[in-house]
């Protein structure tokens, strides 16, 4: 399914049960809520996101804890948990999408390679789930892979 069809999908769910989402985003640099609001009347369930590219960003904007950044680095599952709790709770929204991850094509490692990705969900009874994804494509194909990623997890959601 194509991108604009999916985010339509994700909307006619959210539009049906009356919830609302907000997203923090890192390397798809905002490309999840641009997704999102590309369907009209997207303004009855998107709240708002945030693009926390910078560590300082996701901690001065998210609440990100400085000990997550320590321990963990900005590219890793507990980051982006964080991140997600910390948007649903800015834009006091039912659930919220989180992304944080190396779209390339440098800034790999053999730890943390290029097109590794965290997805995370938050509803509000707390951190749902976090996926991990190791992306093959060039930057942009990484980056519309973790959209279609994070939109596909939302929609499990609603209609699990």
């Known amino acids: 399914m194509d991108l604009l069809g999916l985010s339509r999908q994700v909307g006619a769910a959210l539009s049906r049960a009356g919830l609302t989402v907000s997203t923090a985003e890192s390397c798809t640099g905002g490309l ?18 945030l693009v926390t590219y910078s560590n300082e960003a996701k901690t001065k904007m998210l609440g990100l804890r400085e000990a997550t950044l ?6 890793s599952a507990a980051t982006a948990g964080e991140m997600a ?35 995370g969900l938050a509803g509000r009874e ?32 609603l209609t699990d």
């Open 32 to 49: 999840i809520l641009s997704s999102l609001t590309d369907v009209a009347g997207s303004s009855a369930y998107v709240q708002g996101g």
């Open 70 to 75: 320590v321990e963990y680095g900005a590219v």
């Open 85 to 119: 709790c910390g948007v649903r709770k800015v834009f006091d929204t039912d659930y919220a999408l989180s992304v944080t991850g190396i779209a390339g094509p440098g800034g790999g490692t053999a730890e943390k390679p290029v097109g590794l990705t965290y997805v």
């Open 126 to 157: 707390g951190l749902i789930t976090v996926e991990r994804h190791i992306w093959d494509g060039d930057r942009i194909a990484n980056k519309v892979r973790s959209v279609e990623a994070a939109l596909q997890l939302l929609m499990w959601q």
